[in-house]
């Protein structure tokens, strides 16, 4: 089964909910940073974000039900600090790959690790996914930090998106010495 997802996980700062298409200012305000985008393509900068965000919409459409993009709002706020996304790995690893971007002016917040904990509870929980993976550039030390921090696993070397990175694998089964692994309860969405 396909289709966009339609769920709102609640964090104790966060909501992360869809991305659509009346977030543009946000989505570009994340998206048209070349600090943020340079991880990802360091030639992407978008300069469309009315016509990226359809792209991203209809791409999430495609993706297996439950899998997508979610715009991370600061519920106190209401600000678009960020996005996360749980998707098919595109290229050269296989899996459900996490994803997490935030804004520059609120990097060291701990939202990455906030936000990217809710979609791995919610991935595992509720997808039942046994096993995601992270693509993190090699010089990405911030982004390694988190991946390490919600428990996953640096699995060596690849190449994604034509740049060296490193992949990063979290699993069920490799949780030590649990049959039925299941977050705290402080850190379900
Ligand atoms: C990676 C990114 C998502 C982290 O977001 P964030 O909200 O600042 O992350 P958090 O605050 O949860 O944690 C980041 C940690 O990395 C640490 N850190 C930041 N820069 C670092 C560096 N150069 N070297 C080592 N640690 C670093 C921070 O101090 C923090 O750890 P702390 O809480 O112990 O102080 C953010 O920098 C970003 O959006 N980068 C661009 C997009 C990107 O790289 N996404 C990841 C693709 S895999």
Redesign the pocket.
Known sequence: MKGRINNTLETRRLELRPWTQEDVAGFHRLWGDP??????SPTGCIDDAAQELVGILTRCDAMPAGHGWWCVRERETDEIV?NVMLQPVVGDAEGVEL??????D?????????AARALLNYGSLVLGLRRIV????VD????????E?LGFEDDGPITHAELPHRLFVWTVDGRAGVDHWEPPESDWP
């Open positions: 600090a943020v985008v340079w991880w990802r960020g994803g997490y971007h935030i804004v520059a609120r990097w060291g917040e701990g939202f990455a690790t906030e992270a693509l993190v550039h990405n030390a911030a982004s390694a930090v988190v991946a921090r």
